[in-house]
RNA sequence: UCCCCGGUGGCUCAAUCGGCAGAGCGGGUGACUGUUAAUCACUAGGUUGUAGGUUCAAGUCCUAUCCGGGGAGCCA
């Protein structure tokens, strides 16, 4: 049995067994209390155990940290603080912690040292939480699709394609790095295990582009790498993304399901993860539940790009970096914008084509595109999306354009050819909606094993 | 990559003008027949990130370097 059920108990029984870690002892003349946590759920339970209970006598061994097997009896508590307790019958030591140096005390601890120690840190609280947390907004991802018709696809991780097109990335590589091959003095990726450069993916939005054009509405849900040196709380080299795509959909339909997404899985979290949702509540940020009302119970703004430049201008507030149509709005514009003059999440649309990438769909004006950008409070950036251009002659002027090789675009511009069709999606940082829902500010919290600049542990 | 702040016991922090390195928690030992961050008593624990330098004297000042945090850029 896991503690959550017992907890949950309606009734007291007779004869179970729990298994867990000890997260503290309190010591009597002739008895001990026991905390124990089993990871199913935030709260501990509270054994008892006499003096004659078969297996008191490792009692001194059985500290913070320890693992152990109880068995006992569900009863009422006489004391105050908790519902239910077990009665143990027998307990048995099945791991030691030796308290000197297992670094986990039940007293709060610092994120950078739990950092320090994140093969450990799930066992406390806060982290605990974050972990099934996370769990449950992945399952929430592919509740939300598979009841709208959406197929979940995957898209590979690695990739020949360098034209995924955004940002830095990692290369892939069967080689002994001390004898690489090389012809003109560069390195012969011809000579690779792929006969070419692989490298980890950057985004599976080509793939899922692609997986549209016959299945209609399609999402992926995956890790995805970026190889660029940004030192900040909102950026790992590893991530998960969501990138749903949608065929014979424009970017207003775009627009609907990323407010849609962000408030069911907000819903969700908060009726399915309570407890744990409560802890950051009331330790991490204490306007959580308020933020998060007003993102579920507020239509999002829809704001042409235009017009945000004209807001931004007429701002009281000095900025740092220049407003001007055809710039890309800032950090410190982006949070006053959600933050001051909404107070609420934003949809910038339709962005300077010269900003923007080279798939996204041309509009009428010649000068824009139909990109979105969902900016939330505190996050910044949480969706990022578009109408691609599925106009094969207006793409292929793009990519002209902007220099790109048109050749490595084949299978992408045969989309275009036969039988193309509108289509949109958009990409979400999974991690940032995780701060988004608990409040966690720095990216590294989010993930159990973070992976950034020069860091590689775990 | 740039800017700012920090690094003192296992953890979280204090140390005034450059003048005896301290506390709480945690650990150990003991007390306690229903505890709840248990309580009470006693106790151990330090080359102040590292390497140099200035000084009668450096945790404190200077130089370099490493690590951590915050902000910015890049982005999700």
Known sequence: ??????????????????????????????????????????????????????????????????????????????????TWEVQATVIELIGAADPETFPLQKKRHSDEFLRSIAHLRPRSNKYGAITRIRSELSYAIHAFFRDRGFYYIHSPIITGSDCEGAGEMFTVSGFDFANLPRKNGQVDFSQ???????????????????????????????????AENSNTPRHAAEFWMLEPEMAFADLSDDMDLGEECIKYLINHVREHCKDDLDLFGRFVDKSLFATLDSIVDNDFVRLPYGEAIEILKKATQKFEYPVEFGLDLQTEHERYLTEIHFKKPVAVFDYPKEI??????MNDDNRTVAAVDILVPRIGELIGGSQREERLDVLDARIKELGLNIDEYWWYRDLRKFGTVPHAGFGMGFERMLMLVTGVTNIRDVISFPRTVSHLEF
Do not use: H
């Open 1 to 82: 049995m896991r503690v959550r059920q017992a907890l949950g108990a309606e009734a007291g029984m007779e004869g179970m067994t729990l298994c867990g870690w000890v997260r503290t002892k309190r010591d009597s003349k002739g008895f001990s209390f026991l905390e124990v946590n089993d990871g199913s759920c935030l709260k501990n339970i509270q054994v008892i155990v006499d003096a004659d209970v078969p297996g008191y006598e490792l009692m001194p061994e059985i500290n913070t940290g320890a693992s152990v097997k109880v068995v006992g009896n569900l009863v009422e508590s006489p004391g105050k603080g908790q």
């Open 192 to 226: 690779d295990f792929f006969g070419k450069r692989a490298s980890l993916t950057v985004s599976g939005q080509l793939s899922a582009e692609n997986m549209a054009t016959a299945l209609g509405d399609v999402y992926t849900f995956g890790p995805t790498f970026r």
């Open 356 to 361: 923007k990438a080279f798939y996204m769909r």
